[in-house]
Structures are given as structure tokens and as C-alpha cells.
């Protein structure tokens, strides 16, 4: 096995498609620039090696895209997917944009949060841009992907908190409203950090009695301070290291906290207990060869013992990133398990 620091990719290489390897390889050496000793970040770099795209108007796969800013104070933006409109062919007028949603049907719209360990990526990145292309073209919905405030420059609770003004803010659309109930059909997902962020936000939303009517939620990252036999089996196997999740950890959560925190472990001794109160139905994806598959796991079997509904999908030769690029059968089954599940409930 590979030391706590190292990645052993010839592993890695043995278990994905040629492509995918080099993309998830490519991150993994850039992250590993990125990550100072000390706790800090190089943001600047991370920006640099970041491959960005726009919001593109023109209809692109019968899906059109643009960025709005949710909240001034913090520049906290978000963009928006919508399917093309019918005999579309050109850009979409400015008022066009915010289109009331079809009134024939009802359209479910998906608030998702982007990937990268509290730490990387963003809304605008080509990645992200592309899965929430895609979501929009299976699950035949709005998807508005949150440019949430990243660690360690700004730790917890900052990525809940921007999620929380993102729900309320899709919420209180107007123009996102179906015209059969005069309500938004929201939808949570994420994955990694995003499907932590997922959680909280749910968990805050059943509180102050806003509908969510299903999480979704991709490898979400979870933790805490046991070693678990996955975190020993994986270590450096694929892609990850246990110290690699540590730093992470150690980046987004209070100073002075450890893997207990409730942020970490959302069933700690430490953690709200789910029993009774109001939370959506959850569909938890869980790739058999990811370093933190155990928790994942406990999260599905957290939520059960809670009483919450919740459909586990273990996909066991899938490593973190397989949703990324459409060239294995897992990235289309779950693909077809995201459709169901979100037009099922809407």
C-alpha cells in the first residue's frame, strides 16, 4: 500500500477508462500543489488551473445557461441551466430568461453543489458546467449550481450558510413556480463536499418548513475521528489519501474541532437527531472503491435507523469521479436513478 501522502495511480489506472484516469490524475497533482502544510490554500493557482467556462445563452444540447448573483453582500452567484425553449434557435431575450416554467407540466428544479472538498472547483468550472448540462437533459429539469464560498478562506459554516440563502432564494422565485400548485419542486444534490452541503441545507430547510422534496447526494464526503477498514484498505489506492481528507477537515472546520463536529460525522454523539423531524427522501450513491466508502455507508444507514427514506446505491467497482465523463455503465445507471428518482417525486 502507498504511504499516507501518495498515490499509488498505477492502481488507479487498472480500474477506470484511459480518459477518466487522466482527468481525475490531472486534479490530483494540481491539488497536491495547492495544499500548503500550514493549513493555507494557494487560491490564486487554484484560479489558474481551474478550467472555466461562461454562461452560454446559446442553446448548447437543448440546454441554455446564465449567471445570476444571489446575494451582493458576500458575491455569492449561481448559475442557472434551463432546457431550450421549443423552436428555439438563437439566444434567449433578457426577459426571456427568467421564463415562467411550462405550464403543462410540472418541472422539477435542482439545486446542486458542486464538488471539490469545501476547497476546489466552482460553479463555472467546465466539469460542473457539463454534469449539470447533462442533469438538465435526463432529469428534464432547472438545475441552479451554487458558486458557494470555499475553505480554508472561509471556513464552516460559511458553504451551509450560502446554501441556506440559495434554497431560499430559488424558493421565492416566481418564474420557477409550477402553475398546477403555485409551488417550486425542489431538489437538493451534490456530491463530495456538495452532498455534505446537501444534508445541512436539508436539515435547516425541514426546520424552517420549506419543502425539499428529495436529496441527492454523489460520494458525499463524511468522516470522523475512527479509522474506518475502507480509509485503511484505500489509503493511496485510488486516487485519494486519508491525509488528503484529513487536511481537508482541518481546512473547513471550526479551529480546534475534530472529525466529531456534526459537519463531519452526521452521527456523532454530538450530531441532531433525524428520528421525527422533517427531512426529504434521499437517494445516497456510494462507489465501492472510494476511500470514505464506510461513511458513506453509515450516512445510508443513519438515515434508516432514523426512520428517514433513503435508497442506497453502491456501485462496487466505481471510483470517486465516475459521474464526471458519460464512458462507463455506471455514469448511465445513475444517471437513469437521478431521472427517476426526481420526476418520481416531483
Not at 210 to 228: A, K, S, W
Request: net charge negative; proline share 5%; charged share 25%.
Amino acid at each position: 500500500m502507498a504511504s499516507s501522502d501518495e498515490v499509488n495511480l498505477i492502481d488507479s489506472k487498472t480500474v477506470v477508462p484511459l480518459n477518466t484516469w487522466v482527468l481525475i490524475s490531472t486534479f490530483k497533482l494540481s491539488y497536491n500543489l495547492l495544499r500548503r502544510s500550514d493549513g493555507t490554500f494557494n487560491r490564486h493557482l487554484a484560479e489558474y488551473l481551474d478550467r472555466k467556462v461562461t454562461a452560454n445563452a446559446n442553446p448548447e444540447d437543448g440546454v441554455f445557461s446564465f449567471d445570476v448573483v444571489m446575494d451582493r453582500s458576500i458575491s455569492l452567484l449561481s448559475r442557472i441551466y434551463r432546457p431550450a425553449y421549443v423552436d428555439q434557435e438563437g439566444p434567449p431575450s433578457v426577459l426571456d430568461l427568467e421564463k415562467p416554467l411550462d405550464g403543462e407540466v410540472v418541472v422539477p428544479v435542482i439545486l446542486f453543489f458542486h464538488g471539490g472538498s469545501f476547497a476546489h472547483s466552482s460553479a463555472n468550472s467546465k466539469i460542473y458546467d457539463t454534469l449539470c448540462r447533462r442533469l438538465v437533459g435526463t432529469c428534464n429539469c432547472v438545475v441552479v449550481s451554487v458558486n458557494y464560498r470555499r475553505a480554508p478562506e472561509n471556513p464552516y459554516p460559511c458553504a451551509y450558510d450560502d446554501g441556506w440563502s440559495a434554497l431560499n432564494w430559488v424558493n421565492s422565485r416566481t418564474w420557477l413556480k409550477s402553475k398546477k400548485d403555485s409551488k417550486v419542486h425542489i431538489f437538493l444534490a451534490g456530491d463530495s463536499s456538495g452532498g455534505n452541503i446537501v444534508h445541512n441545507v436539508a436539515l435547516k430547510a425541514g426546520e424552517a418548513g420549506i419543502d425539499v422534496l428529495g436529496n441527492v447526494l454523489l460520494n458525499p464526503m463524511f468522516g470522523g475521528e475512527e479509522r474506518t477498514e475502507s480509509e485503511k484498505r484505500f489509503d493511496g489506492k485510488y486516487f485519494v489519501t486519508v491525509r488528503d481528507r484529513d487536511w481537508y477537515w482541518k481546512a473547513f472546520l471550526p479551529e480546534g474541532e475534530d472529525r466529531e463536529h456534526p459537519a463531519c460525522n452526521p452521527f456523532s454523539s454530538r450530531a441532531k437527531c433525524l428520528r421525527g423531524l422533517r427531512f426529504p427522501k434521499s437517494l445516497v450513491v456510494v462507489a465501492g472503491l472510494d476511500l470514505i466508502q464506510d461513511w458513506q455507508l453509515a450516512y445510508a444507514e443513519g438515515l434508516e435507523k432514523a426512520g428517514q427514506e433513503v435508497k442506497l446505491v453502491h456501485l462496487e467497482k466505481a471510483t470517486i469521479g465516475f459521474y464526471l465523463l458519460p464512458n462507463n455503465s455506471y455514469f448511465h445507471s445513475v444517471m437513469e436513478e437521478i431521472a427517476a428518482f426526481v420526476n418520481k417525486e416531483s
